[in-house]
């Protein structure tokens, strides 16, 4: 058992050292040393930077440190596209600065899963948008980026089934709800599609997310459509644009016509039922 246990640590040293000393060290001492300050931030006692010691010295003030406290976790997972061809082309765009963007995790087509960003850490990944009331989904969720161009990659089983295993052990670690494993297009639908054609089914048969029952209902006369988009989280601000989100996402057929037919009025009500 200690032969065993010392070829584990050599195996998990090893790989971290090849993080340190490859073709991407240079990027790793970027974030080793934005790490380092974060962490200096983090475990400064008293707080620096933040209200207690910005306030006027007329108004009395002290830091008394609790002994109940966490670090903050995600409650929301965005799935994305990357709309690139390559897992190393999308592994250059979040080492570049100038772009300013990043994601927690990126999933190849092989099923080779990369971590880029730490899970507590805030990414870079979902921009403007809102999901809720939720107007910060980067504060707020893990970011997985997908290896596919968006038009015409098909969805590999290895990389479904990879993406699969790391959403499994972010919802048990993370206590992540079932109605929070969304797209970047529910959130920024005026500005993003992604993932494009891409199978919700599978992970709703999981539990990543919601899908509609086989057996659909007919609303009833007093059903309201914009309502209950709002209900399952999109901003309803600009209609169209959710309705077509919404059909991306689910009906994944006519995405660009804003308008629900009798079906697709099915599905909804079908979906918002599950999130009341």
């Given at each position: 058992m200690k032969i065993k246990s010392t070829l584990t640590f050599l195996l998990i040293a090893g790989l971290f050292a090849s993080c340190s000393t490859g073709k991407y060290a240079a990027t790793e001492k970027i974030y080793k040393k934005k790490a380092k300050e974060f962490s200096k931030e983090y475990g400064a006692n008293p707080v620096v930077n933040q209200a207690i010691m910005k306030l006027p010295a007329s108004i009395e003030k002290e830091w008394i440190a609790s002994t109940n406290f966490g670090m903050r976790k995600p409650n929301y997972v965005v799935i994305h596209h990357t709309a690139q061809d390559s897992l190393g082309q999308t592994i250059r765009t979040f080492h570049s600065e100038k772009a300013g963007v990043s994601a927690h995790y990126v999933v190849g087509r092989?099923?080779?899963?990369?971590?880029?960003?730490?899970?507590?850490?805030?990414?870079h990944h979902a921009g403007l948008g809102k999901w809720g009331n939720d107007m910060d989904l980067n504060s707020s969720s893990i970011g997985i980026e997908l290896d596919n161009n968006g038009t015409t990659d098909p969805w590999t089983?290895?990389?479904?089934?990879?993406?699969?295993?790391?959403?499994?052990?972010?919802?048990?670690?993370?206590?992540?709800?079932q109605a929070n494993f969304i797209g970047h297009m529910d959130l920024a639908p005026t500005r993003k599609n992604d993932p494009s054609r891409f199978p919700w089914k599978n992970l709703a048969d999981r539990g990543f997310g919601?899908?509609?029952?086989?057996?659909?209902?007919?609303?009833?006369?007093?059903f309201n459509p914009k309502l209950a988009l709002r209900i399952i989280g999109y901003d309803v601000k600009n209609l169209d644009a959710a309705i077509k989100a919404f059909?991306?996402?689910?009906?994944?057929?006519?995405?660009?016509?804003?308008?629900l037919n009798d079906q697709d009025l099915k599905i909804l009500y079908s979906i918002y039922k599950k999130v009341l």
């Open positions: 092989t099923g080779k899963v990369v971590q880029m960003v730490n899970d507590y850490y805030r990414a089983d290895v990389q479904i089934n990879a993406l699969m295993e790391l959403l499994s052990y972010l919802k048990v670690k993370y206590n992540i709800p919601y899908w509609y029952d086989e057996y659909l209902e007919t609303p009833p006369l007093d059909k991306q996402h689910y009906i994944q057929n006519n995405v660009n016509v804003a308008l």
